[in-house]
Structures are given as C-alpha cells and as structure tokens.
C-alpha cells in the first residue's frame, strides 16, 4: 500500500516481470482454456492483484492475435492498493478492463481467475501444539517502536468448525488465510453455478503436514518479520494441499496440479524462446534465455512455483498440465 513493491527498487520480481514469455504461455493457456469452455460468446477475465500491470499488458498484446477471442472477452482486474491500480492503468491500454474493489462485481457470465502471486501476499494466521494444547501467535506492541510475537491458547475445534475443515489431525503446527479460505470459497461457488476455473501459480508446496513458513523481505533480501514493519512484503509459502481439500468440499470441481517448470514447457516457453531469438544479437540471445532459465529451472522458480488449476468436473482441459 504504501509503495510499489516491484522492480529494480521494490521488494522482489515477480514471473511476468522476468520475462514477458511467462506472461505469453499464460495467455495461450487463457484462450485455449476458455475453447474447453465451449468458446462461450461473453466471458470474464479476472486477474485477481494485478501488481504493475506487466503480465496483462502483454496478455492483451498477445490476445490482439486473436480477433475471435479479444471481442468476447471483458477483462476485470481486482485490486486493493491505490498506488498500484494507478500503476496498472498506466501500463494497460485497452477499452474492455474494468478495475473493481469486490468479486461481487462480476456479472454472472463464466469466468477465468487468474492469481499469479496473489494468495501468498494476504495475512495469515498461526497456530502450534504444545503439551495438547493448541497457542495462536500473536502480534503484541510492547510500546510504538517495539514489537513481539505472543502466544495465546485457543480452542481450535472452534477454528475448525468456523472453515468447516479438520485440519489440525496429527499437526502440531497449522498455517491458513482466513481471507484467502473466504477468496476460495466464493469463487468456487461462482465456477460451479458459472462454469469458468481458477489458475493459481505461486511458490509453495503440497504437503498434508504444515509448516511454519512465514518470511519478510525488505529490499529483495530475507528480513525478520517484526523489522521494518510497513515496510517490508510480508509473505508465506502457499499450502497446496489445503486448496484442494477445500476444493473438494465442492463435488463439482476438480484440480489439475503441477510445477512451473512443467506447466510453460508443456505450453512451449522453449519453443517461443527459439523462434523470438531468430535475427537477435547474441548478448539478446543470452538475455532471453537466461531469463528463461529463471522461470523453468528447478534451482530458480521451476520446483518452487506451483501451478494449480481448478475447474468444472466436466471439463476434461489438461492443456499445461
């Protein structure tokens, strides 16, 4: 909120600001997903945290390819953050975007939502296991400057039957987003009753046993949580495991799940790679693909970012995975 997080000054660099070819495959899955849907006439496009607008700048550019696609589809961007809606409107040229501040301003048309980087970014709460009893962390402010981490004994069937999930069976520490449970289960209920999917591609990993993942970064560099509070991007590492146990409270849905690395291959990063190279410099040459190299090796982003999709049942798409 107070700054904008990306770039050479921000906090770190996200996919689509590595290399526009993340942000191409991700548009030839959209079109190629919304053909599984039936091709319907009028759908939406919801990018769900847009960050500087980069990934749907060069979305639309590669959407403009396709004329029969672009006419049918109206693009929403959800976003909280002043600095960044105006950064994205900078950045995005294009008459059919609306930016809105609540998913409840979606027509009821079937509907794409993509979250590159968005569920680790929303607040989270802790809680540990000692001796039986289950402790929620706290924040406390011991004065303006200083700040701690308390515990605070909670009842956690209470917890459990508020998400309507058991999760705290053979745990002894539990990591979950109120907010972003809320996120999934609202556009769950839309895709069923709307058809559509969401596509989510972040960092985490697919665990039945939680952990404790909670990280700061200040300036592209770890920091400790309680420094540099307001500051600094607080994240965590995306429980994969825990999506699709929610999603399979909804018997109509199912999940398509794999790595980076896999999803831009299957989708042909390398091929594109190859073909905008043809007529390029040799040291433009070594930028692409060094670029490449970041967002589908596996000691970069490859292993570390997952992709997950969920959809209709009945959409038997598989394109990516």
Not at 33 to 56: D, H, Q, R, T
Not at 216 to 222: G, H, N, V, W
Not at 272 to 286: D, G, V, Y
Request: charged share 30%; proline share 2%.
């Amino acid at each position: 909120m107070n700054s904008n997080p990306f770039g050479i000054t921000g906090d770190f660099t996200t996919g689509p600001n590595i290399s526009r070819l993340f942000s191409e495959m991700v548009a030839i899955w959209t079109i190629s997903f919304w053909e599984s849907l039936g091709s319907p006439k009028k759908f939406n496009l919801v990018e769900l945290g847009a960050g500087n607008g980069e990934m749907m700048k060069v979305m639309i550019a590669s959407f403009k390819k396709f004329p029969f696609f672009i006419v049918k589809c109206t693009i929403f961007i959800y976003e909280k953050s002043p600095k960044l809606i105006k950064e994205q409107k900078k950045n995005i040229k294009f008459k059919n975007i609306k930016w809105i501040k609540s998913l409840k301003k979606l027509n009821k048309s079937p509907s794409i939502y993509l979250a590159n980087e968005f569920f680790d970014a929303l607040p989270i709460k802790q809680f540990s296991k000692s001796k039986n009893s289950w402790f929620e962390k706290f924040v406390h402010f011991c004065n303006n400057k200083k700040a701690e981490f308390i515990n605070k004994r909670v009842d956690i069937k209470k917890v459990e039957k508020k998400i309507n999930y058991k999760f705290s069976d053979k745990q002894n520490f539990l990591e979950y987003s109120p907010l972003g449970f809320k996120y999934l289960k609202d556009i769950f209920n839309f895709i069923k009753n709307n058809n559509g999917g969401l596509l989510i591609i972040d960092y985490g990993y697919f665990d039945k046993k939680m952990q404790d993942t909670l990280q700061a970064i200040y300036r592209k560099r770890y920091s400790k949580v309680l420094e540099n509070i307001g500051k600094s991007d607080i994240t965590y590492n995306i429980n994969y495991y825990f999506i699709k146990k929610i999603a399979e409270n909804f018997k109509e849905l199912n999940i398509n799940f794999t790595s980076q690395k896999e999803f831009l291959t299957n989708l042909g990063i390398r091929q594109r790679a190859e073909i905008i190279c043809k007529n390029k410099t040799f040291s433009e040459t070594s930028d692409i693909f060094y670029r490449l190299k970041r967002l589908i090796d596996k000691k970069e982003m490859g292993d570390l970012f997952k992709v997950m999709l969920i959809k209709k049942s009945n959409n038997k798409s598989q394109i990516g995975f």
